[in-house]
């Protein structure tokens, strides 16, 4: 299985913070990953898929880049609706594998 | 639009099985893969099988060979997740989910309470 490795595990930032979160994969996995965003008693929603592509409807200030085994969910300016917690996903291979997930809280 | 709508939260005893429905609309049912998904309070996500909803084929993690398993009716174009000999480790939320180069669309998520 390929294991999927997300940090920081949380983090404390103010609005206007840029945020990196990175995840690492135990192989290459090409392009195959996407960031999903997730608020408490809600399903995940998508951000980025293919590992660089904006979800349509998704703020311009979310933006992945990588590839192979390393990859990062950069926020340009957290705003207060961003609180939440975030996951990758690898889909390059079964069993499909989430990071452990990165919690953003207000500082 | 495109929805996947659950069925209800279940409370169940320990041993029992469990059946989650996932009705889809909006788009052409057997296009697209559908995938189950856990959450168990306070904890991460859990990918669980995927069926492809044309032929019925079915890839199932590990950790549930032998106690899951993922049916469709094409003709109500929903998904069925059932959970057998359950324990208290699988009080959880179950998602099902849409696959597009990963999850475009998703349930709102059944909350399985097992509890004795």
Known sequence: DIQMTQSPSSLSASVGDRVTITCRASQDIRNDLGWYQQKPGKAPKRLIYAASSLQTGVPSRFSGSGSGTEFTLTISSLQPEDFATYYCLQHDSYPWTFGQGTKVEIK | ?116
């Not at chain 2, 199932?60 to 993922?70: L, M």
Request: hydrophobic share 35%; aromatic share 10%; net charge positive.
């Open chain 2, 1 to 116: 639009q495109v929805q996947l709508v659950q069925s209800g939260a279940e409370v169940k005893k320990p041993g029992a099985s469990v059946k989650v429905s996932c009705k889809t609309s909006g788009y052409t049912f057997t296009s697209y893969y559908i995938h189950w998904v856990r959450q168990a309070p306070g904890q991460g996500l859990e990918w669980m099988g995927i069926i492809n909803p044309s032929g019925g084929s079915t890839t199932y993690a590990q950790s549930f060979q032998g106690r899951v398993t993922i049916t469709r009716d094409t003709s109500t174009s929903t998904v069925f997740m059932e959970l057998s000999s359950l324990r208290s480790e699988d009080t959880a939320v179950y998602h099902c989910a849409r696959a597009t180069v990963g999850f475009d669309i998703w349930g709102q998520g059944t909350m399985v309470t097992v509890s004795s």
